[in-house]
């Protein structure tokens, strides 16, 4: 008798226990959802149906809706590149390096197998103000962005293939308004063969702070 109550009350905590699943699948299905109809625009119920999971596994997971919200970003970072590697990390020329990032973004916010645009560069541009700290944190990537931008052009200036009197942050910040657009016109449908054409008027504008190496003694 003792044996059988041991069994039923197994057998209840088995059937009781949220299901077993892989975080990372669950979550680029949350990352979706987010990117697809932003913060405030995916309810629990919206997250949960994509997710396949119960509410009660959600918050078990993840705390709660801001806290997966700031996981699926952090996935969304770590997507692979349709061009493996980081051109603004790597022993380029700046105009090439740009060129090659933009040329990559555009073929990510256009790409068929997820949602269009970027998932951070316009996103929680206005939200309820409960939602304030969610904003807040999206707005720190964009300055962590507008910063790596900054960077690598002063490199580009210490290496001398950027002219000295070139405003850094001024550049960086067109750069970032260049992102920001490419987004918002993949939202609405462009093409990516459209995006590059975007960006060959950044080339341009890039090429216009290059070092001419011909006159350079």
Known sequence: ????????????????????????????????????HGYDGSSIADLTAAMGITPQSLY???????????EALDQYRRMP??????????????VTAFERFLRNSAMIFTAPEHPKGCMISTAVL???????????????????????????????????DIRADTNARSLARFLGA??????????DGASAEELFDMI??????????????AHVS
């Not at 078990?60 to 700031?70: E, I, N, V």
């Not at 590149?81 to 700046?94: A, F, K, S, W, Y």
């Not at 260049?178 to 939202?187: D, E, L, P, Y």
């Open 178 to 187: 260049i992102v920001q657009g490419m987004s918002v016109q993949a939202r």
């Open 126 to 160: 206005n939200c309820a103000e409960e939602n304030e700290p969610i904003a807040h944190h999206v707005s720190s990537m964009r300055l962590q962005t507008l910063d790596i931008f900054t960077a690598r052009i002063k490199r580009g200036i210490e290496e001398g």
């Open 60 to 70: 078990a997971a993840f705390t709660s809706k801001a806290d997966l919200y700031r």
């Open 81 to 94: 590149r349709p061009d493996p590697g980081n051109p603004l990390q790597e022993r380029v020329d700046t």
């Open 1 to 36: 008798m003792e044996n059988s109550e041991k069994t039923k009350n197994s057998a209840q905590r088995k059937r009781g226990r949220p299901p077993a699943f892989d975080r990372e699948t669950v979550l680029a299905a949350a990352r979706d959802t987010f990117w697809e």
């Open 200 to 213: 060959a008027h950044a080339r341009s504008e890039l090429l216009r702070h290059q070092v001419d190496r």
